[in-house]
Structure formats: structure tokens, C-alpha cells
């Protein structure tokens, strides 16, 4: 099965961040991807007001996303805001969320982890999902994560326990010293404990276009890779916008666990 990762760089304007992604999932089909995906925050950037913008799955955004997958009969994952409750302060929220859709395909996963971490506190306007996720894209089971979520294997091996041969991690990365190494770094490691293959798609860096960074919202370091269910970086991108394909091969995850079967040999304290 052929995927593709679109590394891209939203902004605040949904109608522009809609075009750049129908732009990325044409150029995807063309190079014959049958699913192709899309950073955290494909609907607006962090560091913009979320409340305003958030739409449930069958509002106008998620709906032109999926009428383009129809058009194009491509699996499109994405990143958009849904809305959430009320905290108990009386705060609204919204649910940070991965769509799915396409060919015989319609979920969405909402991110569990929330990052409250290095001078952010997305728990302040996002409220956690609960449950993990898997789909099927012919005959290939897929789980779902958004960046947080990558530093808790815990979400990856249910995913695997559920069936996923492949990882699927959106996320718009906070930049930071030693923080690229360490998205690299988890990939990797999420690939190698649950012997799956990990599709690790992030928002590109604004810096490589001359963007300064206001805040300290997360907008993306770059770096989105394929790795293999041995922890072998397949193919990868630097922090440059662009389109990164791969070519999976389910035997290969056969192949990792008969020789590396960690998913049978765990236990649960």
C-alpha cells in the first residue's frame, strides 16, 4: 500500500489552510497514494482562537475534506477542532481531533493525551477523548495518535492489540532545544515496541519560511518520517514543507513479530 505524509505549514485561515490541503491530497493521488496524511491542526494553526472555529464532522471544513476524498476515492486524515464540553469552571472547550475519511472509511479519533507541558496548557481550552481508535484501508488496519499521545506507548500497544499493523501520529510539534531529536527519537521507539510501522506526520517548521514564533504554541518542527516495524527510518523529511511517500508491506510486520514478538512476550503489572 502506498501512503503519503503531507508535511505542511497551517496558518489562521481555514478557507487557505483547506486549499493547501486539497492541494497536498491532488498532488498525493496523483503519485498514487491511497491514503494520504495531514498534520495536527490542519484547520487553524495553535496560537489562534480554537472556540471559534471548531465544527462538528459534518460541518463545512470536514465536510469539503470529505467530499475531495470522495472525489479523488483517497483515505485523507487531518487534524480539525470539534467541539467539546464545559470544565467545571464553566470554561468551553474543544476536542482536538483526527478525521478519517474516504473509500469505505468515516471515524475520527479525539487526542487523549493533552500537552500541559513545557509552558503550554492545552487542557486550558481542549478537552481529552477517552478511547483509542483503528480503521481498516483495504485489508490494512491503521491506529490513531496526535503528537502528545507519542510519548505514551501505552495508546500505541492498544492499538496493536486491536490489530494495527500501522501507526498513524499527526502532530504539530513544539519547537524547543533537543526537541526535533526527541519526535525522531519517539517515532522510532513507538515503531520498534509495538512492531508496527509508524506514519509520523508533522506540521513543517514556520522558521524555514521566515516565520518567528510568537508564544509558546506549538507550530511544528518538521521531520515527519515513515519508520519500519524494526525501527528503520524509511523515509523522512528535514523541516521544509513537502510531500513524503512510502510503500508498506504488512509482511513486514509479520516478519517483526516472529522474530521480535514483544507484543506476546509483554505483561500487564
Known amino acids: 500500500m502506498r501512503v503519503a505524509l503531507a508535511q505542511v505549514i497551517t496558518g489562521r485561515d481555514l478557507a487557505d489552510n483547506l486549499r493547501l490541503l486539497e492541494d497536498y491530497a491532488r498532488r498525493a493521488k496523483d503519485a498514487g497514494a491511497e491514503l494520504v496524511v495531514f498534520p495536527e491542526a490542519m484547520m487553524r494553526a495553535f496560537g489562534n482562537s480554537l472556540l471559534d472555529i471548531a465544527e462538528p464532522l459534518d460541518g463545512p471544513w470536514a465536510s469539503r475534506v470529505r467530499e475531495l476524498a470522495r472525489e479523488l476515492q483517497l483515505v485523507i486524515v487531518a487534524g480539525m477542532f470539534t467541539p467539546g464540553g464545559v470544565s467545571d469552571s464553566g470554561t468551553r472547550r474543544v476536542r482536538n481531533t483526527l478525521m478519517v475519511t474516504?473509500?469505505?472509511?468515516?471515524?475520527?479519533?479525539?487526542?487523549?493525551?493533552?500537552?500541559?507541558?513545557?509552558?503550554f496548557a492545552e487542557s486550558d481550552t481542549v478537552e481529552a477523548g477517552t478511547d483509542p481508535v483503528t480503521f481498516d484501508v483495504g485489508g490494512v488496519t491503521f491506529g490513531l495518535a496526535t503528537c502528545y499521545d507519542i510519548r505514551f506507548p501505552a495508546l500505541f500497544t492498544a492499538n496493536a492489540l486491536r490489530g494495527a499493523v500501522v501507526n498513524i501520529?499527526?502532530?504539530?510539534?513544539?519547537?524547543?532545544?533537543?526537541?526535533?531529536?526527541?519526535w525522531q527519537l519517539l517515532a522510532r521507539a513507538r515503531a520498534v515496541d509495538t512492531t508496527t510501522f509508524v506514519l509520523a506526520c508533522g506540521?513543517?517548521?514556520?522558521?524555514?519560511?521566515?516565520?518567528?514564533?510568537?508564544?509558546?504554541?506549538?507550530?511544528?518542527?518538521?521531520?515527519?518520517?515513515?519508520?519500519?516495524?524494526?525501527?528503520?527510518?524509511?523515509?523522512?523529511?528535514?523541516?521544509?514543507?513537502?510531500?513524503?511517500?512510502?510503500?508498506?508491506?504488512?509482511?513486514?510486520?509479520?516478519?517483526?513479530?516472529?522474530?521480535?514478538?514483544?507484543?506476546?512476550?509483554?505483561?500487564?503489572?
Do not use: C
Not at 111 to 119: E, N, T, V, Y
Not at 169 to 182: D, I, L, N
Open 102 to 119: 474516504g473509500p469505505g472509511v468515516e471515524t475520527s479519533y479525539d487526542k487523549i493525551h493533552l500537552f500541559d507541558a513545557f509552558g
Open 169 to 182: 501520529v499527526a502532530a504539530s510539534w513544539g519547537a524547543g532545544p533537543g526537541k526535533a531529536e526527541q
Open 203 to 269: 506540521q513543517g517548521d514556520p522558521a524555514t519560511q521566515g516565520i518567528e514564533a510568537k508564544g509558546t504554541a506549538p507550530t511544528g518542527v518538521g521531520y515527519s518520517a515513515v519508520v519500519s516495524p524494526f525501527g528503520q527510518v524509511v523515509e523522512a523529511l528535514d523541516g521544509e514543507p513537502g510531500l513524503l511517500f512510502a510503500d508498506l508491506d504488512p509482511a513486514v510486520v509479520n516478519e517483526a513479530r516472529q522474530k521480535l514478538p514483544v507484543l506476546a512476550n509483554r505483561r500487564d503489572f
